[in-house]
């Protein structure tokens, strides 16, 4: 049921809570002064995170408000004093993989046992874990969910010294806290969180148990953060949420994403706008009307179809049909011709037949994404889909997985192929990770663009020749 706007007042965190944090965030901060004073060191944090674009905004959080406690970040964590591990469990390779990184810090923790070790994310936010940590894992000194992220501090200050692990793990939602330090790694672009959990309960996803339901941020707060955004330089935002167009509905008096976006698009210095994830049945035309009116929101859409078959579709708890993603896609590039589109989709749901991935293959065929992010079904303790009979024989999903693979790489290449001798839009980002004087930056339609230049161009809007064409990338040459 929808909470009235009156019911609203308590899903945020209180600005005496916020002020509280803020005290503990004092008293850690004179600790590790005194400290360096001694040693003339500064503490140091490792923070390594995990999964979505919302576990990497939630780690901005975490570094935010590290650095206000005195703390900085370091690459290298045999140095560090605090060491954080933001965990995701969306697939069982995440899960294994923070596992594989626990082991080792037990030595670190004989060599230094004054380090402080923290786990938290939506790991955490299942028992079973949390029990498998405390028994396995008895180096670790804290263990914190999704729903309670503002405490950090608090956390932190109870860790210090304590003899046993300090475990603070929410079931229900938590409530929203506002002016929550953030420290963003990137100077161009920013994530902005809309809104947080998921009410739609797909039958292979364990996101609504992890993330809580819907809750809705006040567009006023969301505005003024852009509104700081753009006079801090930031050229590009990105609206986030588990279901972005889902914005609004908790609030119950007729805020919606497609007036949220009308409303950012009036914000100065911001360039582009962009936004996910969108769950494809909550997708309105009033949003494809904003869209296509918006002079800065992007021509780029990620809309997750996940299969193709009807019949999967329904068994995944997804609430459309073939026919409405394929109309849907119809009335979005009918509005807006120019955009370009990227999907999620899943091989291998249980009780999937060949004649269902052929369902898959041919909406890939008739949309032409430009992306796809493809996943091998992965089982989710927890999850009705995890108890479905019919579970696909890993061969059988290997080999459709790759058959999907080589089809959306065609694709890929050939709309790709249409931008050789073209001139192109391109936020400039940063330099390329493998040659110093490549830059790379993205087009509206989130073309990956690589091209010489210097220094001076991050951050500044250019116009680049495209000479070259890759499947996932483009290469080209500034006109000036």
């Known amino acids: 049921m929808s909470k009235s706007t009156k019911d609203r007042k308590n899903i945020c965190v209180s600005s005496e809570e916020i002020t509280r944090q803020q005290q503990f965030i004092e008293e850690i901060k004179e600790i590790n002064y005194q400290r360096e004073v001694q040693t003339g060191k500064k503490k140091l944090y490792y923070l390594a995170t995990f999964g979505c674009q919302m576990n990497e905004h939630d780690s901005e959080k975490l570094a935010g408000m590290l650095s206000e406690m005195g703390y900085a970040e370091t690459d290298n964590m045999n140095d560090s004093d605090l060491i954080i591990y933001n965990t995701c469990c969306v697939r069982e390779n995440a899960e294994l993989k923070v596992y594989g990184h626990l082991g080792p810090l037990k030595h670190l923790k004989k060599e230094n046992p004054d380090l402080l070790i923290a786990v938290c994310g939506c790991m955490m936010q299942?028992?079973?874990?949390?029990?498998?940590?405390?028994?396995?894992?008895?180096?670790?000194?804290?263990?914190?969910?999704t729903h309670n992220l503002y405490k950090f501090p608090e956390l932190v200050y109870s860790a210090i010294g304590s003899p046993t692990t300090i475990i603070d793990v929410w079931d229900c939602e938590g409530q929203i806290a506002e002016d929550v330090a953030i420290e963003r790694k990137d100077g161009v672009k920013a994530w902005v969180t809309v809104m947080y959990g998921c009410n739609n309960f797909c039958s292979y996803c364990i996101v609504p148990y992890v993330r809580g339901r819907e809750r809705s941020r006040k567009m006023d707060n969301i505005i003024e953060e852009i509104k700081t955004l753009g006079q801090q330089g930031f050229k590009e935002i990105t609206l986030l949420g588990q279901n972005v167009n889902s914005y609004g509905k908790d609030i119950g008096d007729g805020t919606s994403f497609a007036g949220l976006i009308r409303e950012v698009d009036k914000v100065p210095g911001i360039e582009r706008i962009r936004f996910m994830t969108s769950h494809p049945k909550d997708l309105s035309d009033e949003l494809i009307h904003a869209m296509r009116d918006c002079q800065k929101v992007c021509e780029h859409l990620h809309l997750p179809f996940q299969a193709g078959s009807t019949r999967i579709l329904r068994e995944m708890n997804r609430k459309y049909t073939k026919e409405d993603y394929l109309g849907l896609v119809s009335r979005i590039k009918e509005n807006i011709p120019d955009i370009t589109l990227s999907t999620d989709i899943i091989v291998g749901f249980p009780g999937e037949t060949e004649e269902d991935f052929l369902e898959t293959l041919d909406i890939v065929e008739k949309v032409r994404f430009d992306n796809a992010y493809t996943f091998l079904y992965s089982k989710r303790t927890g999850t009705p889909a995890a108890k479905m009979e019919e579970q696909i024989p890993?061969?059988?999903k290997k080999d459709r997985f790759q058959r999907l693979l080589a089809t959306q790489n065609r694709i890929s290449k050939e709309l790709n192929d249409t931008f050789l001798g073209k001139v192109v839009e391109v936020l400039v980002e940063g330099v390329s990770k493998t040659n110093d004087k490549v830059f790379t930056g993205r087009t509206r339609g989130n073309k990956i663009v690589n091209f010489e230049g210097d220094g001076s161009l991050i951050g500044q809007l250019v116009n680049v020749r495209i000479d070259n064409v890759k499947t996932w990338s483009l290469e080209g040459s500034i006109i000036k």
């Open 126 to 145: 299942q028992p079973e874990v949390v029990e498998h940590i405390k028994k396995t894992y008895r180096h670790v000194d804290l263990i914190f969910g």
């Open 394 to 396: 890993d061969e059988v």
